[in-house]
């Protein structure tokens, strides 16, 4: 969705992939394309040059990746909780935005939104553009007299 995510594990042992889309420029698929955890390389040869991270996500811990990042988990004891969510504000709230109307409008990641939730979205999407995120960010002199 184009925000910064997070997830904590509450229960099981979650093992992810995180990868950098800038230090893997070129060298990534499309979502979902690769199996990170057994990746077929002859298939996506690029991805035998990729960069990424891979860890294990016990239950008490949690995980955050920037926008952008590469992505797969595998969930390894069960059962699995996780609680997650994405970080929307002034710096990515358009990129959000587009992503998730181009899911409602022609299901672009196959997530067979419902229509009551895509029509709900647009009062977030409304909020967004209005405003909510027009606050200044502190400067770093600012910050650093708060101190």
Not at 34 to 56: E, G, H, Q, W
Not at 87 to 93: A, K, L, P, Q, R
Not at 107 to 116: A, D, I, R, T, V
Request: with cysteine; hydrophobic share 35%; aromatic share 12%.
């Amino acid at each position: 969705l184009r925000g910064s995510s997070w997830q904590v594990q509450i229960a099981g042992e979650k093992r992810w992939t995180l990868c950098d889309p800038v230090i893997n420029e070129g060298k990534l698929y499309d979502p979902g394309d690769v199996d990170t955890f057994s990746p077929d390389l002859t298939k996506f040869p690029r991805f035998a040059d990729t960069v990424c991270y891979d860890d294990i996500v016990s239950a008490g811990e949690m995980v955050f990746y920037p926008g952008d990042y590469w992505h797969q988990t595998l969930n390894l004891k069960m059962p699995t909780i996780s609680i997650s969510g994405t970080v929307v504000d002034n710096n990515n709230f358009e990129a959000v935005t587009n992503e998730l109307q181009a899911q409602c409008s022609y299901n672009k990641w196959k997530w067979h939104l419902s229509n009551p939730l895509c029509d709900a979205l647009q009062d977030c999407f409304d909020l967004w553009e209005d405003g909510l995120f027009d606050e200044p960010r502190p400067s770093e002199s600012t910050q650093r007299s708060e101190l």
